[in-house]
């Protein structure tokens, strides 16, 4: 997950709609590059777009979380 993507975005007040509104793609490729799922890169334009629109280095939206795991499957 791209939890810097995602928190930047919040931080914004914008909703994943007004995001993929705002680089002209689709709803569905924007959940895509936030969530990169599967491991989608996205283009560079719209990284670049996005650095612009939340004032973050796209280095640091592009960053990748592991998915962290319920505390129920910690013990397995």
Sequence with gaps: M?????EARQRAGMTQQEVAKYLGVTLRSYQRLESN??????????WDALEDLFGIHQ???RQVFPIQKNSEDKGK
């Excluded at 791209?2 to 995602?6: E, G, Q, S």
């Design 59 to 61: 280095r640091v939206l």
């Design 37 to 46: 799922i599967p491991q989608f890169l996205g283009r560079i334009k719209h």
């Design 2 to 6: 791209r939890k810097n993507l995602k």
